[in-house]
C-alpha cells in the first residue's frame, strides 16, 4: 500500500538538505496543521486538486509514499465524508517512494 500526498516543487526541494518534508498542506507547515495531509488513491487525489490546486500556479510534484513505519491515520476531516491518511510526524525522505511532477506531462 501506498499513499499520496501533493507538494509544492519549491517545498520539496527545501526539504532535501534537511532530510525530512514538513510541509502539511498549502501555506501551511506540519507544526500548524498537526500532520500532513495525504490521499489514498489517484481518485482521492483528483478531488483535493479540484478543490485545493485547480489554481495553483506553481509546479507541483506527486510524492508516493510507504506508510510502513510511519504514524499515519486514517480520519474523516470535519469538512468531508471521505476517509484521508494524516502523517503525524515530519516524513522522512527515505519513506518517498516517487517523486513526480504533477500532472505528468
Known amino acids: 500500500m501506498t499513499i499520496l500526498h501533493l ?5 520539496w526541494e527545501a526539504a532535501q538538505p534537511a532530510g525530512e518534508y514538513r510541509i ?3 501555506g501551511r507547515t506540519l507544526e500548524q496543521e498537526g500532520f500532513i495531509h ?3 488513491d489517484h481518485t482521492q487525489l483528483e478531488g483535493v486538486v479540484q478543490r485545493f490546486y485547480h489554481d495553483i500556479g506553481q ?8 506508510p510502513a513505519g510511519l504514524d499515519v491515520r486514517m480520519e474523516i476531516p470535519p469538512d468531508s465524508t471521505e476517509t484521508f491518511p494524516h502523517i503525524y510526524q515530519p516524513l522522512p525522505l527515505r519513506a518517498v ?3 513526480t511532477a504533477f500532472p505528468p506531462s
Open 7 to 11: 507538494a509544492l516543487a519549491a517545498d
Open 97 to 99: 517512494l516517487s517523486a
Open 24 to 26: 502539511s498542506t498549502l
Open 59 to 66: 509546479p507541483l510534484i506527486l510524492l508516493t509514499i510507504d
Open 38 to 40: 495525504a490521499c489514498t
